[in-house]
């Protein structure tokens, strides 16, 4: 049993003042595996206070000295790249192929947010103004428990570049892979303050650090419905805010694309991370004259996408995340057939051979309209939905009709076509034909799929204010 009693605060695993406890388990055996002892919002006012006595002095330091900092994260992140990846399998059952891309990226935001910073000008004159790029202050980020030390090390990053200090709160279902990630980030040795990790629940430590006097950014990743909360908060006392919030994301299936390279590709976009993932391609939308095929190589190629325990290579479905997740993706498969949606694949219950475990089947829906539930709420699990659409017009009005706007694919054999359709989709990103995620490339959604942009250079300046100096 994993037995978490030590928060993290300037520089110094503590005994947190809170005395409340929680539960961790094993999402693929459904087995409590530990427990963690939670923050609480006295824990939350030591972490902002430490943060902003550390401010004063790292808000001055040089460039030069931020990149060695985050160059020592990267590389006490990337010692421990397998201890990460076996945190996540065992406390999150991430199957193999998410967990391969997760765990060495944890490290490279790191150093990709120092090559970004290296050649970042904070001072520029800009008519009769010296303008100056200032760090914003004492930042909170709040991170899920779908993709832990993801989030974590990349919000991270940004602030450190820009010279801010940090106190993050991560998910408390994610507490042996936050446990993890502070050693990491720990062994890197910065200056004490400079981040601070408190567990805890999001109505305790949440509140307490959303509302604190003394904390002038928010940085969250979650439920647009909390998200909103938030910033309803936050304007009370004018925080800067970025928000990576849900999405409902359109594949867009052009009528001249290749349909065997091409229906793998959806099916991995659309199953990312087990499909808990705000970015997974959950709408596919297919021209009618071929909609037929479209069906039918779906329903044929859905069985390589094996649901299953993750220590399995084959395997690329792992379990939700708790039994309240299961029951939630569960009531929209029931849902969509209540609302008159075809299954073509998978349904209610687990997957053949699966007693244990929150295990669902990857399932499919055809016959959807866009007006459906199914289509326009996040699910936050493996259920795609399947819309027609008559021409190119249609299907970008129909891409277009959600209150989200994170993440979109465009898929043709004519790239330039794919560019045309993908310039009129109103989302943070559109990959054209499964490109590969661009670390420089900015982050975040139109809509209510959020505020502001993460990555690169607009990341960093989500953590700086302009000031200008006129003489």
Known sequence: MHIIDR???????????????????NPATEDQIGSVRLADAQDADRAVAAAKRAFSTFSNTAKEERIDMLNRLHAA???????????????YGAPSNFIGFSAPRAGMVFLEMARTL???????????????????????????????????????????AAGATMVIKPSEKSALQTQVITECLHAAGLPDGIFNIVTGYGNVVGAALTTHRDVSKITFTGSTATGRRIVQTAAATMKRVTMELGGKCPTVILDDADLEVVIPQVLAAGFRNSGQACIAGTRILAP??????????LSHT????????????????????????????????????????????????????LHRGWFVKPT?????????????????????????????????AIA?????????????????????????????????NDAPHDPLAPFGGFKQSGIGREFGVFGLEAFLEPRAVLS
């Open 7 to 25: 928060t993290y605060i300037d520089g110094k695993f503590i005994e947190p003042h809170g005395d409340e406890w929680a539960p961790l388990f």
């Open 77 to 91: 992140v990337l010692a421990r790249t397998d201890d990460l990846a076996c945190a996540m399998r065992e406390e």
């Open 118 to 160: 290296k050649d970042y000008e904070f001072r520029r004159r800009m008519g009769s103004a010296d303008v100056e790029m200032r760090p914003s202050g004492v930042a909170v980020a709040i991170t899920p428990w779908n993709s832990n030390y993801s989030f974590i090390c990349g919000k991270l990053s940004a602030a450190i």
């Open 288 to 297: 009618e004259s071929r909609l037929n095929e479209i069906e039918e190589r």
């Open 302 to 353: 859905v069985r390589e996408f094996r649901a299953g325990y993750p220590a399995d290579d084959q395997v690329q479905v792992g379990p939700m995340v708790s039994q309240k997740q299961w029951d939630r993706v569960q009531s929209y498969i029931r849902l969509g057939q209540e609302e008159g949606a075809r299954l073509l694949a998978g349904g209610e219950g687990r997957p053949e051979g």
């Open 364 to 396: 499919i829906f055809t016959g959807v309209r866009n007006d459906m539930r199914i289509a326009r709420e996040e699910i936050f699990g493996p259920v795609l939905s399947l819309i027609p659409y008559r021409d190119e017009e249609d299907a970008i």
């Open 400 to 432: 277009n009709d959600t209150d989200y706007g994170l993440q979109a694919h465009v898929f043709s054999s004519d790239v330039e076509r794919a560019k045309r359709v993908a310039n009129q989709i109103e989302a943070g990103r559109v990959f054209i």
